[in-house]
C-alpha cells in the first residue's frame, strides 16, 4: 500500500501562481476600465483644452488651428498617462514621482511647440475696462457698452453665495426634522419633493416672470437667486436626509440623557457627523448658482445687474467673429472658479450616496 504525500513547498507554489494570476487580472482589468474611462471622457475634455489654448494664443480675428490641434494632443496623452499612472500605481511615492514627471513633461512639450505662440493679451479685460467695448466698436457692435467683467463677476457671486447660504441652512434643518420625526404625511412629503426635482424648470418661465413683475422684483439678482433656491431645496433636502439616516439615534440619545437638550445634541453631536452632506450641496448650490443663465436672461435687465453667464453671452455675441482670444479668455475666467471648488471639496461630492436610505 502507497500513501502520497503532500509538500508543503508544492502548495506554496500554487498558491503564489494563483495569488499572481489574480493580481494579472486585477491589473488588466483596471487598466482597461480606466482606458475605457480617459477614451470616453476625451470627448468632454478636448472643448475644455481647445478653450484654453485660444484664450493664450489666438490673435485678433484668428486662430491658429495648428498651434491648437499641437497643446490639444500633448495636454490629451498627458491626462491619458495620469489616469493610467493612477490605475497601475498603489505606492503614494511611486505615483506622487510620476505625476510630476507627467506634469514636467507636458510642459517641456508645450513649451517647444506651442510656447512661442503663447501670450496673455486675451486678458487684458481683466485690469482694462474698456477692452470689450473697443473691439466691439472695431466690430460694428451697436448695443450700449458693456460693464467690466468685474461688476458681472460680482453679481456672479452674490447670486451663488446666496443661493449656497440658504439652501445649506434650510435643506439642513429640513433634513433633520424628516429624519428625525415621524408626522402624518412624512412619506407623502418625500415623494412631493422628487416630483418636484423632476418637472423641467423651463415650464416655469413664464409664471415666475408673472410672480416676479407683480411683486415689482424683476431686475433683482436677489428675487432671482429666489427663485432658484426653491427650486435646488427639494433634492438638497432629500440628499440631506439620507445623510441625518446615516448618523445613529443612539448616539443623539446618548447626549441628551447625559443633560444635553436637543438643540446641543443638533449641534454638538449630529451636525458634525453630516458635514460631508452640508459641504457636497453647497458646492452643487454654488456651481447651479454660478452657471444659472435662463432666468437671469429672462428677468435681468439692466447691464450693472450682470452676473458672467449673460456677460459670457453677450461677449460672444458681440465680438466671436472679430477676437475668438477674449471670448475663450472670459470663458476661462467664468469656469475657473467651479474648476477650484471641485478640485478642492472633490472628496465631499463622492460621499454623497442616497441609494438605500429610510423613507
Excluded: C
Aim: a positive charge; glycine letters at 6%; charged letters at 15%.
Amino acid at each position: 500500500m502507497t500513501t502520497t504525500s503532500y509538500a508543503p513547498a508544492d502548495d506554496a507554489a500554487q498558491w503564489d501562481r494563483l495569488a499572481a494570476r489574480s493580481r494579472r487580472r486585477k491589473t488588466f482589468s483596471t487598466f482597461g476600465l480606466y482606458t475605457f474611462l480617459v477614451l470616453a471622457s476625451l470627448p468632454i475634455l478636448i472643448p475644455y483644452f481647445w478653450m484654453l489654448t485660444i484664450a493664450i494664443s489666438a490673435t485678433r480675428g484668428t486662430t491658429e488651428t495648428f498651434v491648437l490641434w499641437r497643446a490639444v494632443v500633448i495636454l490629451s496623452i498627458a491626462t491619458i498617462a495620469f489616469f493610467l499612472l493612477r490605475s497601475l500605481t498603489t505606492n503614494k511615492k511611486t505615483f506622487r514621482v510620476g505625476a510630476i514627471a507627467i506634469v514636467a513633461t507636458a510642459l517641456v512639450a508645450l513649451a517647444i511647440t506651442v510656447g512661442p505662440a503663447v501670450h496673455i493679451g486675451n486678458f487684458g479685460f481683466l485690469w482694462n475696462p474698456n477692452m470689450v467695448e473697443d473691439l466691439r466698436g472695431y466690430a460694428g457692435a451697436t448695443l450700449q457698452q458693456f460693464p467690466w467683467v468685474w461688476v458681472a463677476f460680482k453679481n456672479s457671486l452674490i447670486f451663488a453665495l446666496s443661493l449656497t447660504v440658504v439652501v445649506v441652512i434650510t435643506a439642513t434643518m429640513a433634513g433633520y426634522y424628516i429624519s428625525r420625526f415621524s408626522f402624518y404625511g412624512r412619506s407623502g412629503f418625500l415623494r412631493t419633493l422628487l416630483a418636484l426635482h423632476a418637472f423641467p424648470t423651463l415650464t416655469l418661465i413664464v409664471p415666475i416672470f408673472l410672480i416676479l413683475k407683480t411683486l415689482g422684483w424683476l431686475d433683482s439678482i436677489l428675487a432671482v437667486a429666489m427663485v432658484r433656491m426653491s427650486l435646488e431645496l427639494p433634492f438638497s433636502i432629500f440628499i440631506m436626509k439620507g445623510f441625518f439616516d446615516g448618523v445613529p439615534w443612539e448616539i443623539e440619545m446618548s447626549a441628551m440623557t447625559d443633560g444635553a437638550s436637543r438643540r446641543t445634541a443638533f449641534f454638538r453631536v449630529v451636525l458634525p457627523q453630516v458635514t460631508g452632506g452640508m459641504i457636497a450641496i453647497a458646492v452643487f448650490a454654488f456651481i447651479r448658482g454660478w452657471e444659472e443663465y435662463i432666468f437671469v436672461f429672462t428677468m435681468i435687465f439692466e447691464k450693472s445687474n450682470w452676473v458672467m453667464s449673460l456677460y459670457l453671452f453677450f461677449v460672444a455675441d458681440d465680438i466671436m467673429g472679430t477676437d475668438y482670444g477674449i471670448v475663450a479668455a472670459v470663458a476661462v475666467l467664468y469656469v475657473s472658479v467651479p474648476f477650484i471648488m471641485y478640485i478642492f471639496l472633490q472628496k465631499y461630492l463622492l460621499q454623497m450616496t442616497i441609494g438605500g436610505i429610510k423613507g
